[in-house]
């Protein structure tokens, strides 16, 4: 039961864990909440379900559609609503509007031309279950947890050793130093947004599987976003660890306590965590310069 | 006035007792130490990155102290809050200005004034005629502090429409009004040309002299500091460097290779 | 006819009444809240559950109501405040706040959870929510032109100056939060006296957003225009008949058009005065004679 309960655990973690670096992504290098990431993740599961089902794609193929998709989508919405407050210079505080204003434009859109029906995902995975040792766990768990880890792992790979991940993990730091050592800041928030949206299309569609696509879906996001503030905003490691710690509890809390105490402790857990660390467990200690 | 210097001697209006910062690796201020007198006009000067403003940031609470102490008119003021420390009677200026830019001259004054306000949230709710009477005093008041700089033509523009000069002497009203006993000035002569540099330490020595101030200014304008201060604090990388009289630091060995490099002493030599 | 717009307006002003609250916190301390539905159920299921169980009279449950928002926003705020969150993770720890209260709500017997109250008395009439409304915004101007609604003035503005002004950070956003929470809960005890039905559903973060949205696109710092904004938001669609999902994807645009091109709203930092009006009209009449 304790295994099994934690590698259930783990596999919504994963999920967890791929959303908050998505987040966590934007907010290292443009510094303000994207809200507007639970949408695109929402997205991301309908362009997979529309590839899988209605036109009848292998999983595979949807999946990468899925993910052509929403990081298309991610990358449009830096374009059209986050560029030009950039330019602007706004304070951050515009940009967490913006992305507020876009995340509630994207889902009601939804709600209002695709309608509030449920959707699910054909049963490929659900109804297979791998067993060994007496406990058994579902297939698309198991692809939930391997999937995570490969994707995030590969976007470190690429952040600690091409050029370009080189560049945007110095933007992070310092957007106008970078930009005056001649880094196309444009084009590298461009593919910033762009890996996010590509890691909200996996999610999206990881989270569709698992349970339902509808409009709303993105709320889920929330628990994301709670992983990402656990973490520490802002911190790649910290949003991993954020959402995996984060996945595995409230696992624990459903399983041995109820599922309706699940989203108050969630809610509970970062209040706490906030109170004794104000920035997160890995967050940068930002003493304000005066 | 000599038993006054003495007996104002045995307890300073600021004391710093081997006050050290450091950021990570970085020790921005080690074992500072000096104290004030009551009434005293000090300079604090040095380099850029010398560590001056980080005293400041020491002394009013914005940053934690690594180690040591401060003291202000006999209290331990180390690990409190700056609302606090403001409210014990220390108040500073800004060298990057922050004013309530988007805010009215005024306002920003009476932001100041409220400091010393008591009446209740309740009666505010309700605008009881003693918050209206309040209220008109404390805008009074503020025209009056505005008067002091001479800024009160201005009172009711936008505190970022006016010049540079005009929002550093909008500042130093801004401190007034919190009816301080100790006044920390960061470069107030920042950006301006010999005579308004010169103008504005008139201002400062009146102003010390009308409110019965201590008063302890960061300049660089050396005129400014030489004019003004009975007394100078040096600091370099950190430390301290020399301490004493306008003459003094003038002829102080130390302090001038600081300021003009190892070629000096070459050039006095030959 | 006339029932028809009278029934526009009562609703226009219950909103009103929770976003002169929210424009207190959000537009005057520069604090976002994502969970401000939450206040406005509190208040809602207080008033109602007082009157409806316990036959209290109405004006002490809205009491009630105004008491037990303001003292779960001193209980909430406390903690996230105390730490001086940045704005994102506050925002964050609200949103959470926001989901909590509606499970708790869905799971809790005296609220009868999902079903909601049904037959809660018709108690609010029109003149009782203008001269509620009325109250609340004149106590809301006397709060901002007062030392208090100073200080936080002065928070937003620049927190490191306002401290070194000796303004108390944390009991100047606290203040505001309490009052802020205290007024939603008026809306929501007016709200439920008027619709006779509440269920938990309906206080959702849809709901947050429409408050949000008349304080940004009324302009913060401001009162006046968060309360036009308001009035607009929830007639013009009602008269014209739009239906609430367009709304909402019309919200959501607008908001980052604001933000885009008009970011200080309708009457940002500014009030509708009687020099403001005087000002305006002669602008207007030196533009005729242009």
Same mark, same amino acid.
């Given at each position: 039961?304790?295994?099994?309960?934690?590698?259930?655990?783990?596999?919504?973690?994963?999920?967890?864990?791929?959303?908050?670096?998505?987040?966590?992504?934007v907010?290292?290098?443009?510094?303000?909440?994207?809200?507007?990431?639970?949408?695109?993740?929402?997205?991301?599961?309908?362009i997979g379900?529309?590839?899988?089902?209605?036109?009848?794609?292998?999983?595979?193929?949807?999946i990468?559609?899925?993910?052509?998709?929403s990081?298309?989508?991610?990358?449009?919405?830096?374009?059209?609503?986050?560029?030009?407050?950039?330019?602007?210079?706004?304070?951050?505080?515009?940009?967490?509007?913006?992305?507020?204003?876009?995340?509630?434009f994207?889902e009601?859109?939804?709600?209002?031309?695709?309608?509030?029906?449920?959707?699910?995902?054909p049963e490929?995975?659900?109804?297979?279950?791998?067993?060994?040792?007496?406990?058994?766990?579902?297939?698309?768990d198991?692809?939930?947890?391997?999937?995570?880890?490969?994707?995030?792992?590969?976007?470190?790979?690429?952040?600690?050793?091409?050029?370009?991940?080189?560049?945007?993990?110095?933007a992070?730091?310092?957007?106008?130093?970078?930009?005056l050592?001649?880094?196309?800041?444009?084009?590298?928030?461009?593919?910033?947004f762009?890996f996010?949206?590509?890691?909200?299309?996996?999610?999206?569609?990881?989270?569709? !599987?698992?349970?339902?696509?509808?409009?709303? !879906?993105?709320?889920?996001?929330?628990?994301a976003?709670?992983?990402?503030?656990?973490?520490g905003?802002?911190?790649?490691?910290?949003a991993?660890?954020?959402?995996?710690?984060?996945?595995?509890?409230? +696992?624990f809390?459903?399983?041995?306590?109820?599922?309706?105490?699940?989203?108050?402790?969630?809610?509970?857990?970062?209040?706490?965590?906030?109170?004794?660390?104000? +920035?997160g467990?890995?967050?940068?200690?930002l003493?304000?310069?005066? | 006035m000599?038993?006054?210097?003495?007996?104002?001697?045995?307890?300073?209006?600021?004391?710093?007792?081997a006050?050290?910062? %450091?950021?990570?690796?970085?020790?921005?201020?080690?074992?500072?130490?000096?104290?004030?007198q009551?009434g005293?006009?000090?300079g604090?000067?040095?380099?850029?990155?010398?560590?001056?403003?980080?005293?400041?940031?020491?002394?009013?609470?914005?940053?934690?102290?690594?180690?040591?102490?401060?003291?202000?008119?006999?209290?331990?003021?180390?690990g409190?809050?700056?609302?606090?420390?403001?409210?014990?009677?220390?108040?500073?200026?800004?060298?990057?200005?922050?004013?309530?830019? @988007?805010l009215?001259?005024?306002?920003?004054?009476?932001?100041?004034?409220?400091?010393?306000?008591?009446?209740?949230?309740?009666?505010?709710?309700?605008?009881?005629a003693?918050v209206?009477r309040?209220?008109?005093?404390? %805008?009074?008041?503020?025209?009056?502090?505005l008067?002091?700089?001479g800024?009160e033509?201005?009172?009711?523009? %936008?505190?970022?429409?006016?010049?540079?000069?005009?929002?550093? =002497?909008?500042?130093?009203?801004?401190?007034?009004?919190?009816?301080?006993?100790?006044?920390?000035?960061?470069e107030?002569?920042a950006?301006?040309?010999?005579?308004?540099?010169?103008?504005?330490?008139?201002?400062? @020595?009146t102003?010390h002299?009308?409110?019965?101030?201590?008063?302890?200014l960061?300049?660089?304008?050396m005129?400014?500091?030489?004019?003004?201060?009975? =007394?100078i604090?040096?600091?370099?990388?950190?430390? @301290?460097?020399?301490?004493?009289?306008?003459?003094?630091?003038?002829?102080?060995?130390?302090?001038?290779?600081?300021y003009?490099g190892?070629?000096?002493?070459r050039?006095?030599?030959s | 006819? $006339?029932?028809?717009?009278?029934?526009?307006? $009562?609703?226009?002003?219950?909103?009103?009444i929770?976003?002169?609250?929210? #424009?207190i916190?959000?537009g005057?301390?520069?604090?976002f809240?994502?969970?401000? #539905?939450?206040?406005?159920?509190?208040?809602?299921?207080?008033?109602?559950?007082?009157?409806?169980?316990?036959? &209290?009279?109405?004006?002490?449950a809205?009491l009630?109501?105004?008491?037990?928002?303001g003292?779960?926003?001193?209980?909430?705020?406390?903690?996230?405040?105390?730490?001086? /969150?940045?704005?994102?993770?506050?925002a964050?720890?609200?949103?959470?706040?926001?989901?909590?209260?509606? &499970? /708790?709500?869905?799971? /809790?017997?005296?609220?009868?959870?999902?079903?909601g109250l049904?037959?809660?008395?018709?108690?609010?009439?029109?003149?009782?929510?203008l001269?509620?409304?009325?109250?609340?915004?004149w106590i809301?101007?006397?709060f901002?032109?007062?030392?208090?609604?100073?200080a936080?003035?002065?928070?937003?503005?620049?927190f490191?100056a306002?401290?070194?002004?000796? &303004?108390?950070?944390?009991?100047?956003r606290l203040?505001?939060?309490?009052?802020?929470?205290?007024?939603?809960?008026?809306?929501?005890?007016l709200?439920?006296h008027?619709?006779?039905?509440?269920?938990? $559903?309906?206080?959702?973060?849809?709901?947050?957003?429409?408050?949000?949205a008349a304080?940004?696109?009324?302009?913060?710092? $401001?009162?006046?225009?968060?309360?036009?904004?308001?009035?607009?938001?929830?007639?013009?669609?009602?008269?014209?008949?739009?239906?609430?999902?367009?709304?909402?994807?019309a919200?959501?645009?607008?908001?980052?058009?604001?933000?885009?091109?008009?970011?200080q709203?309708?009457?940002?930092?500014?009030?509708?005065s009687?020099a403001? &009006?005087?000002?305006?009209?002669?602008?207007?009449?030196?533009?005729?004679?242009?």
């Amino acid at each position: 039961m304790f295994i099994q309960t934690l590698l259930t655990g783990l596999a919504i973690g994963g999920i967890y864990a791929l959303m908050a670096v998505g987040y966590s992504l934007v907010f290292s290098i443009l510094n303000f909440s994207n809200f507007a990431y639970g949408s695109i993740i929402m997205l991301g599961a309908y362009i997979g379900y529309y590839a899988m089902v209605k036109l009848g794609m292998p999983v595979g193929v949807s999946i990468i559609v899925s993910i052509l998709g929403s990081a298309t989508l991610c990358y449009l919405n830096e374009r059209l609503a986050y560029s030009p407050l950039r330019k602007r210079r706004a304070s951050s505080l515009f940009f967490m509007i913006s992305a507020m204003g876009t995340s509630i434009f994207l889902e009601n859109l939804v709600y209002a031309t695709i309608g509030a029906r449920f959707y699910s995902f054909p049963e490929l995975f659900k109804t297979h279950n791998l067993a060994f040792g007496g406990i058994s766990i579902g297939l698309l768990d198991v692809f939930a947890i391997a999937f995570s880890f490969c994707a995030i792992m590969s976007l470190n790979l690429f952040l600690q050793r091409s050029r370009t991940g080189i560049a945007i993990r110095a933007a992070s730091y310092d957007i106008d130093v970078c930009m005056l050592n001649g880094v196309n800041i444009t084009a590298l928030i461009g593919l910033v947004f762009g890996f996010a949206g590509a890691l909200a299309g996996i999610s999206g569609m990881f989270l569709g !599987m698992k349970y339902i696509v509808y409009p709303t !879906m993105g709320w889920i996001t929330a628990k994301a976003y709670i992983a990402a503030v656990i973490g520490g905003l802002g911190s790649l490691p910290g949003a991993v660890v954020g959402g995996v710690l984060l996945g595995v509890l409230e +696992t624990f809390v459903s399983a041995y306590v109820s599922s309706v105490v699940r989203d108050v402790f969630s809610f509970s857990l970062l209040v706490l965590l906030l109170m004794v660390m104000p +920035t997160g467990l890995f967050g940068r200690f930002l003493e304000e310069k005066v | 006035m000599n038993s006054l210097t003495v007996a104002a001697k045995t307890k300073p209006m600021l004391e710093l007792k081997a006050v050290s910062k %450091r950021f990570g690796g970085i020790t921005a201020c080690k074992d500072i130490s000096f104290d004030l007198q009551q009434g005293q006009l000090m300079g604090l000067i040095g380099p850029n990155g010398a560590g001056k403003t980080t005293a400041f940031n020491l002394i009013t609470g914005v940053y934690k102290l690594t180690s040591g102490a401060v003291i202000f008119n006999d209290q331990l003021i180390t690990g409190r809050r700056p609302d606090q420390i403001v409210r014990m009677g220390v108040a500073r200026t800004f060298q990057n200005i922050r004013l309530f830019k @988007r805010l009215s001259v005024v306002d920003n004054v009476c932001i100041a004034l409220d400091c010393h306000e008591t009446y209740f949230l309740g009666s505010a709710f309700l605008r009881l005629a003693g918050v209206r009477r309040r209220e008109k005093a404390i %805008r009074e008041q503020a025209l009056e502090y505005l008067n002091a700089v001479g800024l009160e033509s201005k009172a009711y523009a %936008r505190a970022d429409s006016m010049p540079y000069g005009l929002q550093r =002497k909008l500042e130093i009203a801004r401190a007034l009004a919190l009816k301080p006993r100790l006044l920390l000035l960061d470069e107030p002569a920042a950006g301006m040309n010999p005579d308004e540099s010169l103008e504005l330490a008139e201002l400062i @020595r009146t102003l010390h002299r009308r409110f019965q101030l201590t008063t302890l200014l960061i300049e660089h304008h050396m005129d400014v500091v030489m004019a003004l201060c009975e =007394k100078i604090y040096v600091m370099n990388f950190g430390l @301290r460097l020399a301490e004493g009289t306008a003459d003094e630091i003038q002829s102080d060995p130390e302090v001038l290779k600081a300021y003009l490099g190892e070629g000096y002493k070459r050039a006095q030599h030959s | 006819m $006339s029932q028809y717009f009278s029934g526009i307006l $009562s609703l226009g002003l219950i909103y009103v009444i929770a976003t002169v609250g929210l #424009a207190i916190f959000t537009g005057f301390t520069g604090l976002f809240s994502l969970g401000h #539905a939450a206040f406005f159920a509190i208040g809602a299921y207080t008033a109602a559950i007082l009157t409806y169980f316990y036959g &209290v009279n109405f004006y002490l449950a809205l009491l009630a109501a105004a008491a037990a928002s303001g003292l779960v926003g001193l209980l909430i705020g406390y903690p996230t405040l105390k730490a001086k /969150l940045r704005t994102d993770y506050f925002a964050i720890a609200t949103l959470g706040f926001g989901e909590a209260t509606r &499970v /708790l709500l869905e799971n /809790l017997p005296i609220t009868q959870g999902a079903r909601g109250l049904p037959g809660i008395a018709n108690y609010t009439s029109l003149p009782v929510i203008l001269a509620v409304a009325a109250v609340v915004i004149w106590i809301a101007w006397n709060f901002t032109h007062s030392r208090h609604g100073r200080a936080a003035i002065a928070i937003r503005e620049d927190f490191v100056a306002a401290e070194m002004m000796g &303004v108390n950070i944390f009991l100047g956003r606290l203040r505001s939060l309490i009052f802020s929470a205290a007024c939603g809960g008026i809306a929501g005890g007016l709200f439920a006296h008027y619709f006779c039905f509440i269920q938990p $559903s309906m206080f959702t973060s849809y709901m947050s957003t429409q408050f949000t949205a008349a304080v940004v696109a009324g302009g913060m710092g $401001s009162i006046s225009g968060p309360v036009m904004a308001a009035l607009i938001f929830i007639s013009v669609p009602e008269i014209l008949r739009i239906a609430n999902i367009w709304r909402l994807v019309a919200y959501g645009l607008l908001l980052v058009l604001i933000m885009i091109f008009r970011p200080q709203g309708l009457m940002g930092y500014r009030e509708i005065s009687f020099a403001f &009006v005087k000002n305006f009209l002669g602008r207007l009449g030196k533009g005729g004679k242009a």
